[in-house]
T-cell receptor
Framework: DAKTTQPTSMDCAEGRAANLPCNHS???????VYWYRQIHSQGPQYIIHGLKNNETNEMASLIITEDRKSSTLILPHATLRDTAVYYCIVRVGGGNQGGKLIFGQGTELSVKP | GAVVSQHPSRVICKSGTSVKIECRSLDFQATTMFWYRQFPKQSLMLMATSNEGSKATYEQGVEKDKFLINHASLTLSTLTVTSAHPEDSSFYICSASPAGGSNEQFFGPGTRLTVL
């Protein structure tokens, strides 16, 4: 699976959009981009994933560049509860069983009042 | 939906004893479950992939005889840390992928193991 690079930490003001970048320059054509987050001492929580089109759900938006070498997770109106470590992961789509996830160091997002 | 539970949530044991951690998918069947370990201020490290009815596949550097994994049903996988030592103290997290084509993995809340 391709490796990802994320900033170690970021701050965001409450109510503002949080834009978390991720570089995955060695991504292969059949690899998806996944985003998870982990609030302290809890299991990771799935946020969103995509292959090449931009995606949006109730939690966030995922913007993937045309060359697929980077992506941005957007939390449109960050709240204090969004403070967490955000992981960007690329992996082969798992078909019936799901491919394994290899976690990098992630970005520690701090949402401040 | 798609809830994964772990039991126990916390366990403290003496050095040399064995500890079993359960991972259950509560409202879906999981052909594949994964076990991770996380040390303080570090990322999750995949330990092994567990497939129902077959032997687990361990990641490089993970001792299969120390970390015994059993996936006897489509809703339950267990991780047994045998002869635990203080360096095995960690946060153990499982995840499960629903059978039937979903690409998602759903994570359990984790189990905090402390070995004295």
């Amino acid at each position: 699976d391709a490796k990802t690079t994320q900033p170690t930490s970021m701050d965001c003001a409450e109510g503002r959009a949080a834009n978390l970048p991720c570089n995955h320059s060695t991504i292969s054509g059949n690899e998806y981009v996944y985003w998870y987050r982990q609030i302290h001492s809890q299991g990771p929580q799935y946020i969103i994933h995509g292959l090449k089109n931009n995606e949006t759900n109730e939690m966030a938006s995922l913007i993937i560049t045309e060359d697929r070498k980077s992506s941005t997770l957007i939390l449109p109106h960050a709240t204090l509860r969004d403070t967490a470590v955000y992981y960007c992961i690329v992996r082969v789509g798992g078909g019936n069983q799901g491919g394994k996830l290899i976690f990098g160091q992630g970005t520690e997002l701090s949402v401040k009042p | 939906g798609a809830v994964v539970s772990q039991h126990p949530s916390r366990v403290i044991c003496k050095s040399g004893t064995s500890v079993k951690i359960e991972c259950r998918s509560l409202d879906f069947q999981a052909t594949t479950m994964f076990w991770y370990r996380q040390f303080p201020k570090q990322s999750l490290m995949l330990m092994a992939t567990s497939n129902e009815g077959s032997k687990a596949t361990y990641e490089q550097g993970v001792e299969k005889d120390k970390f015994l994994i059993n996936h006897a049903s489509l809703t339950l996988s267990t991780l047994t840390v045998t002869s635990a030592h203080p360096e095995d103290s960690s946060f153990y997290i499982c995840s499960a992928s629903p059978a039937g084509g979903s690409n998602e993995q759903f994570f359990g809340p984790g189990t905090r193991l402390t070995v004295l």
